[in-house]
């Protein structure tokens, strides 16, 4: 049985990985979880691949240069699963905190957090 908990946790899991990822790609400024990507080798190549100098944000930084150069889609039926203990130790509001001022200091700067503790 699934407790209360998990089921908030689930939520927001959902609510990241399914719902914003969509909402991101309609509006145009995708911003693809690194857990579930797939990419052309072409377009891979062509967008330098992931820049190995973030510790965070690598995964949104190659979508949003995929996205020049063609199309980017949401296949709902690409299951993956994860871990959900960075957001069982942060919790909902933390994580999603931590993961908006994210956003925001990259739109601004071009520059993610570099802090992002291991969570094993």
């Keep these: 049985m699934m407790t209360k908990t998990n089921k908030r946790i689930m939520a927001g899991y959902k609510f990241v990985s399914i719902y914003f990822a969509k909402f991101m790609i309609l509006i145009g400024k995708p911003s693809i979880n690194g857990m579930n990507f797939a990419i052309r080798k072409a377009a891979f190549e062509k967008a330098r691949g992931f820049n190995d100098k973030f510790r965070t944000f690598e995964d ?61």
């Design 60 to 120: 949104w930084d190659l979508s949003r240069r995929v996205k020049s150069i063609g199309k980017i889609a949401f296949d709902k039926n690409a299951i993956v699963y994860t871990s959900v203990r960075r957001i069982r130790q942060w919790g909902i509001l933390g994580f999603a905190k931590y993961h908006i001022g994210n956003m925001i200091r990259y739109a601004l700067m071009k520059k993610p957090k570099e802090e992002y503790e291991p969570i094993r």
